[in-house]
């Protein structure tokens, strides 16, 4: 069933270069990456710091150009950001000037829909990631949780193709994130778009993935591709399954390895 | 939020409690003496208040004893006199007048032409490229020192102390607009290209918004600076405005006169600050402020 349906995201042998200087040697972000997502799948690529992940999550946004290769959307190569893609970064991305719900419709704006259809979306949108009562609200009088909520809102009020997020919950405290990782969980569970989430951790890769791709450090390539076979809806408690486990510990040991790695490099 | 809540917790352990009593006696004096510690607001007004009493006190113990030549300082009370009686026989609203005059025109030609200029400059390097070296270079020279070369080439008139007020805001204005511009946050210009913004959208509907705060505080800023360039515009060569009357009140060695002239500058100064600061506040509640 799945031969018959087209892949959603290509990525085909991406190579990035950052150009060095005089002081600095060019260094080798990203070598030969090959990754094809089918629609409605949720892929995290999971790797160490500086590994490259944030720089494919980049190049896949059109934030950042790739050396060598082709990314694709549905069979259309890819050339630079648009609205088809929707961005949610770590941290700190809700333009300050906005309310919450003018954040939300901020992409709106810029398409051809109607005031009253656009408040439609925003009340919508806001339920999804219930932030009811805060629509008046500006930025800095939310919590990070709540920030990273009105992004994730922005973002899918685009309708985008593809969702991708960098790390969006990483600069949370430890149970806001969990709770976090639940809502993005049942917002898919809902809404079936494809989404593409990039993270250092472990237990939110599988928790949160249908897939997990592990990614070398250095030059970043990838390593291991990981189907992960646990049924939804996941309640949080799934974390302590065997199967689960059983996953953790695979990752656990293949992720060391490149945090071994790069931590030896830095040094 | 975080430290406060942590000093409480210390403050109420029982362990600490019991050692504060012991010492209380030294307590409030050491904590004022605490390198950034805060005071009660009361004591902080109550200090605020008697330096001021203490200058004046200061002030009149020299003048009334005639420690002092009362042509070098004479008492608070004969300068209130002197103040009303520039205002009654010398018609010194005229001056107040036609320096925030000069004042205003200088600083209202600079911002309409350094505004969009400083913007142009901290959002597209090509246009920072071409001005930034010759702006840098003359931003270090002093606006008083054109005096001579702008009254050789356009004459004493308002149009000399307008172009004064002008140099000394200008090129100031447009680095410090350019820096503020250009330091927008990268991931709100990355966030709005993902939402379907063109690049020369974000322009209008980023980077602009969110640097506005910051120009208006930049803005604040050089309207200060203003009012002490057209003093010495005025001080040069000038036959009205606070400045003239300053010289001519020390030519007739009238002190209370200068002394006046002086403070209604400060008071002017301060007055257009308070009001611009409070407009900032008012026009940017999600900057200050809940």
Redesign the interface.
Not at chain 1, 80 to 83: A, L, R, T, V, Y
Not at chain 1, 138 to 141: H, V
């Given at each position: 069933m799945k031969l018959m349906s087209k892949p959603k995201l290509e990525i085909k042998s991406v190579t990035k270069v950052f150009a060095g200087n005089k002081n600095r040697a060019n260094v080798l972000a990203l070598d030969q990456t090959n990754l094809t997502i089918m629609p409605n799948e949720f892929i995290t690529i999971l790797g160490p710091s500086g590994c490259g992940k944030s720089t494919l999550l980049r190049i896949v946004?059109?934030?950042e150009e790739q050396t060598t290769g082709d990314v694709f959307l549905d069979g259309q190569e890819l050339f630079?950001?648009?609205?088809n893609?929707?961005?949610v970064?770590q941290a700190?991305?809700?333009?300050?000037?906005?309310t919450v719900e003018e954040n939300i419709q901020?992409?709106l704006k810029?398409?051809e829909i109607g005031a009253g259809e656009r408040k439609e979306i925003v009340r919508k949108y806001i339920e999804l990631v219930q932030l009811e009562g805060f629509e008046k609200h500006?930025?800095?009088?939310l919590s990070g949780g709540m920030q990273q909520r009105v992004?994730i809102a922005?973002?899918l009020a685009?309708d985008p193709e593809i969702l991708?997020l960098d790390e969006p919950f990483g600069a949370l405290d430890n149970q806001t994130r969990t709770l976090m990782q639940e809502l993005l969980l049942e917002i898919w569970e809902k809404s079936h778009k494809t989404v593409l989430f990039i993270t250092h951790d472990v237990e939110e890769s599988i928790y949160l993935a249908n897939r997990v791709v592990v990614m070398t450090s250095r030059p970043g390539r990838i390593k291991a591709d990981i189907p992960i076979e646990l049924e939804h809806p996941r309640p949080y408690s799934i974390k302590v399954e065997p199967k689960f486990l059983a996953y953790k510990e695979q990752l656990t040991e293949l992720i060391r390895e490149e945090s071994l790695k790069a931590m030896m490099e830095i040094k | 939020m975080e430290k406060a809540a942590k000093t409480e917790e210390i403050v109420n352990h029982p362990a600490i409690l019991s050692k504060q009593k012991l010492g209380s006696g030294t307590r409030k004096s050491r904590n004022w003496l605490q390198p950034q510690a805060a005071i009660p607001h009361r004591l902080y007004v109550g200090i605020s208040i008697s330096s001021i009493v203490l200058l004046f006190a200061v002030w009149s113990l020299l003048t009334y004893t005639g420690m002092v030549d009362p042509l070098f300082l004479p008492t608070p009370v004969e300068i209130v006199h002197s103040g009303i009686t520039l205002f009654t026989e010398y018609g010194f609203i005229n001056d107040i007048g036609i320096t925030i005059y000069r004042v205003l025109a200088g600083f209202l030609i600079a911002v309409v032409i350094g505004l969009p200029l400083g913007i142009l400059m901290g959002t597209f390097k090509v246009v920072e490229a071409f001005f930034e070296p010759m702006i840098s270079a003359i931003r270090y020279m002093p606006a008083s020192a054109f005096i001579p070369l702008f009254i050789l080439w356009i004459g004493v008139g308002e149009l000399e102390k307008i172009t004064i007020i002008f140099v000394g805001s200008f090129f100031s204005l447009v680095l410090m607009v350019a820096v503020e511009v250009g330091n927008v946050r990268r991931e709100l210009l990355e966030a709005a290209y993902t939402l379907g913004r063109s690049k020369l959208g974000v322009l209008r509907s980023v980077i602009l918004p969110a640097s506005l705060p910051g120009i208006m505080e930049i803005l604040r800023l050089i309207l200060g600076w203003a009012w002490s360039y057209i003093i010495v515009a005025e001080l040069v060569a000038s036959a009205s405005g606070i400045g003239s009357l300053i010289l001519e009140s020390q030519r007739m060695l009238k002190t209370g006169n200068i002394i006046f002239g002086i403070a209604t500058i400060g008071v002017l100064g301060l007055l257009s600050d308070i009001i611009l600061k409070i407009c900032i506040k008012k026009a940017f509640p999600w900057h200050y402020g809940r």
């Open positions: 946004a059109g934030l630079g950001p648009s609205s893609r929707g961005m970064f700190y991305s809700l333009f300050p000037w906005l901020f992409g810029t398409k500006y930025p800095r009088q992004a922005r973002a685009n991708l | -």
